[in-house]
């Protein structure tokens, strides 16, 4: 099964990227915006008037899709049985 997100839209890359619990911050003046995420040390920096997504944005958001994926499959939830 293939968990990559393909997206040509910043819009919905940042929607995308405060789902999965990151923010998103505008730089005074500049025309760029920072990605945080509690994952990732240091920010990533991207040009706002672009309408495209830069590759290593994409990057980190398929990072965290699937790092969400497999932290939701070793949760256990309920009794074992034996």
């Known amino acids: 099964m293939n968990d990559c997100c393909h997206t ?9 990227w405060i789902h999965y619990g990151g923010s998103v911050a505008n730089v005074r003046r500049t025309g760029e915006v920072f990605f945080r995420h509690p994952l ?7 040009n706002n008037r672009r309408l495209d997504v830069p590759g290593k944005l994409m990057s980190l958001l398929n990072q965290i899709r699937r790092y969400q994926t497999a932290k939701d499959r070793t949760v256990f939830t309920g009794t074992p049985t034996l």
């Open 8 to 16: 040509s839209s910043l819009r919905l890359a940042k929607k995308m």
């Open 40 to 46: 990732f040390a240091k920010p990533l920096r991207v």
